[in-house]
Structures are given as structure tokens and as C-alpha cells.
């Protein structure tokens, strides 16, 4: 009885372990490093980060998203996007980051699609990224990071121009801005190590989207 006991309580300290570790999102060393440099606007040097697990892929991947976004340079859109497709196609596994990052990068990269008017593209990321989004918020519902992916999809959804919007119908996606800005300021006042991100975020939203300043 008391191997028994032993052997049930080992199996149990196992799931709990695999279910948080399966629930984690930080950075290492090199890609707590390189994050700072992104925040700092410093794309080259977050760009030189190795994608190996959820949150280098992200690093790396946001870095070129930024760089795109303010640069402009559509000569790097190619590249940067056959970076994208192959980094995210390594994170096979259905954990609550990797599902984070494939849902995240596909927001960021709807809106680089839009912004070199490729508008078909973008609305098809859209959709997958809410999709994505929408699976790992039901896997997962206590993952913080996945709220702002979440309620910018939120956000962004419910300020589609008129003309798009029978668009977001066709697609299934239903927009609600009060619940996207709560869902956002939730990882805004958070422990994660995204907080900051999302901070700029925000402000982005309460300036271009409320049109009021950052309070």
C-alpha cells in the first residue's frame, strides 16, 4: 500500500509539474536579452536571437514584425515572412505558448499584410489568428499572455471599417471593444514578462483607436 501510495503520489506531482510547465511563457537568458533590445527598438541585435523554443521564436519574430511596420521596407517582406512560417511550423506541440506564439504572430502578421495591402492575406491571418486564440483560451483559460492576443483581436474586430465588415461576418468573428481593452490592461498589469509590450499596446489603442491619451 504504501508503494502504491508513493507511485500515486509521484504520478500526480508529475501532471501538476507537466500541466504548469505546459502553462509557462519566460524568456531565458539570451531571449530576455534580446527582448530588451526590441523594446529599445534595436531590431538587429533581437534579430540575431536562435529560434528554439516558443519564446526565442517570438523574439525573433516580433523584431521583424517591428522592423517592417516602421521601416517599410518591402523588400525584407519575403524574407521575413518565410522566417515566420518556418519558425512557427517547429512549435508543433499544442501547449498554451506555443499556441500563444502562433496565435500572436499571426495578429502581428495580418496587420503587415495590410499594411503592404495585401488585404486578402490579412483577414485570412486574422482569422487564424483568432481561431488559435480562441483554442488556447479554452485550453488554458488561466494563461495570462494569451489575453492580449486575445483582446487586441477584440479590440480589432470591433473597429473594422464599415465597408469590411460583412468580412469579419463571413469569417465568424465577433468583436467587443470594452471586453478587448479589459483583456489587454489584464496583461498590462500583470507579472508576465509581456507587460511592457502590452503597455505600448495600449497606448497605441487609446491613441489611435479611443483617440484619448495613455493614462
Not at 541585435?45 to 514584425?65: G, H, I, K
Request: proline letters at 3%; a negative charge; aromatic letters at 12%.
Amino acid at each position: 500500500h504504501q508503494q502504491y501510495a508513493k507511485a500515486s503520489l509521484i504520478a500526480c506531482f508529475l501532471l501538476w509539474y507537466t500541466c504548469i510547465n505546459a502553462q509557462s511563457f519566460s524568456f531565458n537568458g539570451p531571449a530576455s536579452t534580446a527582448y530588451q533590445q526590441l523594446l529599445n527598438l534595436h531590431f538587429d541585435e533581437a534579430q540575431q536571437l536562435s529560434a528554439t523554443d516558443a519564446p526565442s521564436v517570438y523574439v525573433a519574430n516580433v523584431a521583424r514584425v517591428w522592423e517592417l511596420l516602421l521601416n517599410e521596407d518591402v523588400s525584407l517582406l519575403d524574407t521575413y515572412e518565410s522566417y515566420f512560417e518556418k519558425s512557427t511550423n517547429m512549435l508543433e506541440q499544442s501547449t498554451a505558448a506555443n499556441l500563444f506564439v502562433k496565435a500572436d504572430l499571426a495578429l502581428y502578421w495580418s496587420v503587415v499584410y495590410l499594411k503592404f495591402g495585401h488585404e486578402f492575406t490579412a483577414f485570412l491571418e486574422l482569422r487564424r489568428a483568432y481561431q488559435v486564440a480562441l483554442l488556447c483560451q479554452k485550453k488554458y483559460p488561466q494563461f495570462i499572455p494569451i489575453k492580449k492576443t486575445l483582446g487586441l483581436l477584440q479590440i480589432a474586430m470591433s473597429s473594422v471599417p464599415e465597408k469590411y465588415t460583412w468580412i469579419t461576418d463571413f469569417l465568424s468573428m465577433k468583436g467587443n471593444l470594452e471586453e478587448g481593452i479589459k483583456n489587454l490592461h489584464s496583461v498590462v498589469v500583470s507579472a508576465t514578462e509581456l507587460n511592457t509590450e502590452a503597455l505600448i499596446l495600449m497606448a497605441l489603442v487609446q491613441g489611435y483607436v479611443l483617440q484619448q491619451p495613455l493614462k
